[in-house]
Every structure is written in C-alpha cells, then in structure tokens.
C-alpha cells in the first residue's frame, strides 16, 4: 500500500512539472511559428532572420524544417541531442506533439507543432529543452517521498507488531480462563481496560461465569436443602418401624405407629412430587395456548370447596369472563391451584379466600387474598425460595414441602409472567399475578 502511495505521489508531482513545461515550450513553440506566419516559402535565410528577431527564447534547441522535412534552420547543428524526427513527421501530418521524459536527474521536453499556409503545411517548429534543475526537483520530491513512505511503513510495521503481540497475550489470557473456568473455577475474571472488543468479551464472559457460579451455587443448596427434607421423614419412619420391631405394643399403640408412618410416607411422596414438578417446570417446554383464566378458576374452585368447607372458608371469585392468555393449560392451572391452597391451609377457620380476575389495557391480573396468619414482613423477599418457611413447625403441620410458592414462581416466569406478594392490612396476604393479554378477537 505505502509503496502504492509512493508511486503515486510521484506520478502526480511529474505529471504537475510536465503540464507546466508543456505550456511553457508549447507557448515558444506557437510564438516561433506565429513568426512565420505570412512567409509563402522557408529558406535558411530568411527562418535565421526570423528567429533572431524573437531573441533569447531560453530552450536548448530550434529546430524548423519545410514541407517535406528537409531542414530549413538547426539552432544547435552540433547538439549531441538527437532530433525526433518521429514528433516532425507527426507535425506536418497537421497535429500538435509534446513528448517529457526524466531520467536520472535530467527533465528533457520536446515538442513540434506545424505550420499551415491555406490549410496545408508549410513546414514544422521543433522545440527540445533539458531541464537541470526541474530534473533536481523531481529527484529531490522523489527522494523524501521514498524518505517519508518508508518512515511511514517502519512505523506501520512496528505497530503491528506491538498490536500482535498485545492481542496475541490478550486471547491468551482468555482461553487460560476459559479452561479454568471449565475444570469449574466459576470465580476467575478477566479484566481489560478499555471500550475495545476484549474489554466487551470480558464483560460478557465474567457475567456468564457469574451466572454459572450462582447456579451452581443454586444447585447446591438445592440438593442440600433436598436431602435435609427428605431425610427427615426417612428418620423418622426408620424410628418408628424401629420401635415396632424391639418394643411389645398392644394393638392401639401399633395402630398409632404405624398411621405415623404413613403421615411420613405421605408427606414424602408430596416432596418428591413437589421436586419432580419443579424439575418439570425447568426443563419441559410445552406448545402455548389460548386459555381462559376464568374457566381454570373455575376448576380449581371445584377441586378446593371441600377442602375450604371443612374449615368454614368461604371462596369468593370475581371474574371478568374471556380474560384469555396464550400459556400452557395445566401450568396455568398448577399456579391458580397452588394459590388458593395455601390461602386455604395458612387462613383462620371461618376465614375467607377471595379471587379477583380483571383485564388490564395489556395484561390480565389475578389476585388472590386470605384472612390468614399472613407474611412477616421480613419474610416477604424470601417467599418464593426453595424450602423456605416462615413457620416451619406450622407448615409441617400442614403438609407443605416449602416447595410450592418456588414452583408458581417457576412457571409464572416460563409463561412471561410477573408474581408480587404483599401483606394485607386488614390480615392475611395478597397474591398479584400478571400475563400478557391474548385478543382472540385481534388475533
């Protein structure tokens, strides 16, 4: 490229000084045969005369020659510069010639023009100059622009260099973390200064680490807090088949036992199932759907009211009828369920439940309300984690597995949803849910 641009710039100051000496000579040339212009025939004589009469017209060579090409007046006969008999022949044939050529720190022009008496040549100007000092000129541009391209390209050459050894380090430095991080060393960073592509890859790859070191974070306090819950009715069902096998018990204390074996079997298939349904919710991608979330209420008020009217809580429900989402039917119905069971089980006996379903101008909201024991305030940023109670003694009692509000989080989220949790001020607490609005009619 640089020696291009050298090229180049060279080509363009020669073109520059040979369009200024091609008018220069062509001007004396047309001034030479202005002169002649009125002569009927050329002699030697009268060329002489006519010439010497134009003075010092500063060229290195005059050279007039007549119709044929003989010549009429050489004003160098002994020039060791050889004529162009070529550019004479071109002039008498009616056209201009201008010829320049530089070679080694001489600038040499030539140029022939004819001269036309009643449209038909009289014979032919010839004009040749060598040029010192415009050849020096040439030379010495040609010199620092050779000078200043190889600087130019010393340069260039260094800067890659330093930026190849610099990038070189940079990826380097990358893949060492990249292999780090994956023999599981999640809390390696890069750091890169600056605003360049690997200060963005840098960003990129620490928040993908962090995103895996909390998930792997996650995973272990997941399995954890899974292994704590499920050893606990594992003991105490080892206990108390244990009791029954070294102690003589009379028929009603074996009965008593043996219930409470089935409590703790019971409670531990709710925990799988509750695990297995979080897995589900995670991993399993089902085709979305039209739902009406009025017609789930309704089914999940059928499956609940007799669970409600063992205590005495009334369910209540108001709904705006086709308030429709695209979403999976059963995830839906696994939210709506989950809900009012909880405001079910953690409410006062003669309590109430109630169940709003409006549409908003984009989304349509559930809420769902008890008169329950509610949320401690302090609890209410930790509801929806894995295992988490507020009471854990009473959610026991109750047959929760601290699973339930994580799952609604879970499919809430898969169907591009948004859940909120507040205490209410008369008692108890309010679920709000939110989903996109799906038209049927617009679409």
Known sequence: MLIFLNIYSSG????????????????????????????????????????????????????VTDGEGELVYDSAPNAVEQIRFSQIEEALEGRDVFYCRYDSGVLESHAAIPMMLYGLPLGCVYVSEVDMAQGAIIASLEMTILRISLAVEAILIVFSAVFAYTSSRKMQRILDTMQKVGEGAYGEKLRFHGTDEYALIAGGFNKLTERLQQSEQAQKQFVSDASHELKTPLASIKLLSDSILQNEMDAETMREFVTDIGNEADRLTRLTQDLLAISKAEMVTREHEVVDLAQVISKVFKMLVSL????????????????????????????????????????????????????????????????????????????????????????????????????????????????????????????????????????
């Open 12 to 63: 363009t100051t020669r073109g520059l000084i040979y369009h200024a000496k091609e008018a220069s000579l062509w001007d004396k040339a047309q001034m030479i045969s202005s002169a002649f212009s009125g002569a009927e025939r050329l002699s030697a004589q009268n060329a002489e005369q006519i010439i010497s009469l134009l003075g010092d017209l500063n060229v290195s060579h005059v050279v």
């Open 308 to 443: 409600a009217d063992v205590r005495g809580i009334r369910l209540t429900c108001n709904m705006e009828k086709t308030s429709t989402v695209l979403t999976v039917e059963d995830d839906m119905y696994q939210i709506v369920y989950n809900l009012v069971e909880n405001a079910i089980k953690y409410n006062h006996d003669e309590g109430l439940v109630h169940v709003d379903l409006r549409q908003g101008e984009e989304d349509v909201i559930l809420t769902v309300e008890d008169t329950g024991i509610g949320i401690p305030e302090e609890a209410l940023e930790h509801i929806f984690e894995r295992f988490y109670r507020v009471d854990k003694a009473r959610s026991r009692a109750q047959g929760g597995s601290g699973l339930g509000l994580s799952i609604v989080q879970e499919l809430v989220g898969r169907n591009y949803g948004h859940i909120e949790v507040a205490r209410r001020e008369e008692g108890g607490t309010r679920f709000t849910v939110s989903f996109p609005r799906f038209d049927v009619d617009e679409a």
